[in-house]
Structure formats: structure tokens, C-alpha cells
């Protein structure tokens, strides 16, 4: 395999999303290594505007060859504050960010099966309300009754799967929710990420793929805008699967506070860190089409991702370094695929995590 093949698992290697600089994390690239050696390489953006690296080499990958990549990053994260006191209406949220988060890529209509369903069912939770959190609450006590959690998907769900069938994980569910909300005029948006979780240690298998997870597990959740009364307004997590006080009830994930879904959030109250935002592309489908692809190759896909805090004086500031290996053992001829993809199969297989109570851990 060349390196300067698209389509194939080596380019999928040589090709990664990094860790972004956000406004609650700083992240670093402290090492990049290309079988043992340090690698040369450029960075990117994909189309949603998230950081990628390139690996530059001109080994070509033979049969019975292996090739390995190492990643090492310094994240640190910053106290983050979400105050539900004065949220505003509709009719405050900037129109540039309405059209900016529109019914677009991932969002886009067309692809429903019976998007006047969708769309009824989003505007009959909004009723008469104007207000943006009261909408959102009204959202998100419908999620509590009608959906359910499943974790047994090793691959993503459509949108309409998931309202169909009332069931999907952590970024399914998510994706259901930034779709109510982007035909309501609320912006919103899909983020994946890992949080750190001492203690854990998982292998998880996926056909010809292996995920070695320590201190890690991968979670979605979504981003949603709310306006306030006394300034612009701002972005606010709503996690619909992991959060403080979460319970089980028949298969439902329900809150003792609604509220719970926002400022009882992973990403508010634990140590969740930003990997992925999902402004517009369709990586679930993306993804469905990689996935086939790599699991009808030849090609063994193994990863290992840790965690470990870093000393901080700082009370208020966490420093974490990540590490990511990924290695690449080819066995015969590989079948192709499709480059970013991969990287998106990766972010979903990081997502596939039963659901447990965040106030046991």
C-alpha cells in the first residue's frame, strides 16, 4: 500500500483528527512517532473546521508488513461555569447562527423517511413556548419518556433508526436532539470526546478491529445555544445519556432534575474532554460505508488510548496527557475504503460504552 493511496487503511493511518484548542481546553501535541521514529507531518482542517494531522513518509506498507503510529497529548481544561438564570427566547438568537446550524449534512431533511413526522414531533414539544430552556426541557423530558438506551450498536444509526425505533446510544441520541432543535430554530451541534475514568481498563472488538481503552471511555453529546437576557448568550452541553444523578427506569435514562441533563452534564461536571464537533458532516453515514469496507479487508486495525492526570497547583484547572497508538498489520492484499471515515469508525467504536450512573464513579 502506498501512502499516497486514498481509499485504503495505511492513508486512513497517515491521516487522524487531533485535539482542537476550544474555549475550555487547551491541547498540545506533544509527541508524534511513526514506527519508533519521530514523524514528519502537517496539519489540517476537515470540513467542520476540526484540527487533522498528516503523517508524511514514502514507505510503502508490503504484505506481512506492520506500520505503527504514536500520538502523545498535553490537554489541559479550565473550570467551566453554565448558568440557566436568565435565558432568553426564540426571537434573541442571532439569525447568522440559525443559518450557520441549519437543516444541513448530518441534519438534512431529505434524508428522513418521513421528515413531517420528525418535524411535527419537534414542533408539537415546542407548543406556544418561546422560551429557549423551557423548550429545551420540554425536549428533553420527551427523550426521558419515549427513548431508550441501547448499547449494543457497534455501528452508528441513521437519524430516523433512531426516532423510529426510540432507541440509540450516547451520539445517536444526541444527533436526535441537535435535530429537534436545528427545526426550532435553536442552534446546536453533535461533540465526541473521551473522559477520563481511573480505573477503567477495556478491550473492546469489532471484527477485525481491537480498542484498548485505560482510564478512557468515549462519550457524545450535543452543544446547543442558549440566548441570555443579559449578554449574547452562549453554548451550553446537554447530555442526553450521562449525567448527575442519571437512573435506569424500563430501559429509559431519566434525571431527578431535568436541569441535571445540562449543568449535571459529563462534559460540565466531569472530565470530559473535546475531540470531534459535528457541525454538518454526515459521518454516520461516513462511517456505515468505512466500516463495511474495513471489515471486508485483510488488515488487523488495533488501538490503545490512555489517560493520566498531570500535577496542577491550579485547583481550577485540570492537565491530562492522552496517548493514542495505532497500529496497522496488514496480512494480504487490503480491500479499500475511505479515508476519513476510519477515523470516524474509530470515534464510534470509543462510543459503544454500557450507560452508568456518573454519581458512582
Not at 441570555?228 to 442519571?246: H, M
Not at 436541569?259 to 458532516?281: C, P, Q, R
Amino acid at each position: 500500500m502506498s501512502p499516497e493511496s486514498p481509499n485504503t487503511p495505511y492513508y486512513y493511518l497517515l491521516n487522524q483528527n487531533i485535539f482542537p484548542n476550544t474555549t475550555y481546553q487547551t491541547a498540545i501535541l506533544k509527541d508524534v512517532t511513526f514506527n519508533g521514529a519521530a514523524a514528519q507531518f502537517i496539519t489540517f482542517e476537515d470540513e467542520d473546521g476540526n484540527p487533522c494531522i498528516q503523517i508524511l513518509t514514502n514507505r510503502t506498507l508490503q504484505k506481512n508488513q506492520s506500520a505503527e503510529l504514536f500520538m502523545t497529548f498535553i490537554i489541559q481544561t479550565g473550570e467551566k461555569n453554565f448558568d440557566l438564570s436568565e435565558i432568553g427566547n426564540l426571537s434573541q438568537i442571532p439569525r447568522e447562527l440559525v443559518e450557520k446550524y441549519s437543516l444541513t449534512g448530518l441534519w438534512n431533511l431529505s434524508q428522513l423517511s418521513n421528515s413531517s413526522e420528525v418535524i411535527s414531533t419537534a414542533r408539537a414539544l415546542k407548543g406556544e413556548e418561546e422560551n429557549v430552556l423551557s423548550i429545551i426541557n420540554n425536549i428533553l423530558m420527551w427523550f426521558e419518556e419515549n427513548m431508550t438506551y441501547n448499547a449494543e450498536l457497534f455501528a452508528p444509526q441513521d437519524i430516523w433508526t433512531t426516532f423510529l425505533t426510540k432507541s440509540g446510544d450516547c451520539d445517536d441520541q444526541a444527533n436526535l436532539f441537535v435535530l429537534f432543535c436545528r427545526i426550532l430554530g435553536i442552534p446546536a451541534y453533535t461533540v465526541l470526546g473521551p473522559i477520563y475514568l481511573p480505573g477503567i481498563n477495556k478491550l473492546e472488538e469489532d471484527n477485525n478491529m481491537v480498542f484498548n481503552l485505560t482510564n478512557v471511555a468515549w462519550h457524545g453529546w450535543a452543544m446547543v445555544y442558549l440566548p441570555t437576557n443579559s449578554d449574547n448568550g452562549g453554548w451550553y452541553p446537554v447530555d442526553l445519556t450521562y449525567f448527575k444523578d442519571a437512573y435506569y427506569e424500563s430501559g429509559h435514562i431519566k434525571s431527578r432534575n431535568i436541569l441535571d441533563h445540562i449543568n449535571g452534564s459529563t462534559f460540565s461536571k466531569w472530565d470530559a474532554l473535546e475531540y470531534l464537533s459535528v457541525m454538518s458532516a454526515d459521518y454516520v453515514n461516513e462511517t456505515l460505508t468505512a466500516r463495511n469496507k474495513i471489515i471486508g479487508s485483510n488488515v488487523m486495525w488495533i488501538e490503545t488510548h490512555y489517560i493520566f492526570p498531570i500535577g496542577n497547583e491550579d485547583q481550577s484547572q485540570h492537565v491530562y496527557a492522552t496517548t493514542i497508538l495505532h497500529f496497522l498489520m496488514p496480512t494480504v492484499v487490503v480491500l479499500c475504503a475511505v479515508l476519513i471515515f476510519t477515523i470516524l469508525i474509530r470515534h464510534r467504536s470509543r462510543s459503544r460504552r454500557p450507560f452508568e450512573d456518573p454519581s458512582s464513579t
